[in-house]
């Protein structure tokens, strides 16, 4: 049973207003409320975490990973934000960089559950798209983001990531397709 001080503690704030685009706003939301339920998801068995906002552009339903976290930040960051979305930013990253700095096992062992999922769904894509390269040419635009994330979750990683994991890919992604 949740008690009174603990629903009021952990109630939902309005947010202040936005000064950005409705989809520099929406993708902000989704980064807040990825920020406000870190060390939850640091602490939980979930991967793949899901959230529901509210954003200008509707009901949004993500799933939080630390790379989606981290890709949220830096697009924001690189985007055209007005002072007071600049600030709420600035609080995620605070968030991000406190849960790094309090949980960095839990930041290491769920950054390399996440690689393992982003090489597991590349490869996939490789071996299809070298067995039937004209039908999984269409699928390309949407795959490669796998190829982005795993090169985002290894600079996370930093030392603690496989090494050779970069050129191993490469070399399958040079692979000629197979002959039938």
Do not use: C
């Amino acid at each position: 049973m949740t008690s009174w001080l603990d629903r009021f503690l952990h109630r939902e704030l309005p947010l202040p207003p936005s000064d950005s685009a409705p989809e520099l706003t929406a993708e902000l939301i989704e980064a807040e409320k990825m920020a406000a339920e870190l060390v939850d998801y640091l602490l939980g068995p979930q991967l793949f975490w899901q959230i529901v906002v509210e954003t200008p552009l509707g009901t949004r339903r993500p799933k939080m990973t630390l790379g989606g976290l981290v890709e949220r930040i830096e697009r924001l960051q690189a985007a055209a934000l007005g002072p007071n979305d600049r600030r709420r930013l600035e609080a995620v990253v605070a968030a991000w960089e406190e849960a790094r700095r309090r949980y960095p096992q839990q930041v290491t062992t769920k950054l390399k559950r996440e690689l393992d999922s982003f090489v597991r769904n590349w490869k996939y894509y490789l071996e299809q798209r070298a067995r039937n390269p004209e039908r999984w040419k269409e699928e390309y635009e949407v795959e490669v983001r796998n190829r982005h994330r795993i090169e985002r979750v290894l600079r996370l990683l930093g030392p603690e990531g496989p090494p050779g994991l970069l050129a191993e890919l490469e070399e399958l992604e040079r692979r000629e397709p197979e002959e039938e």
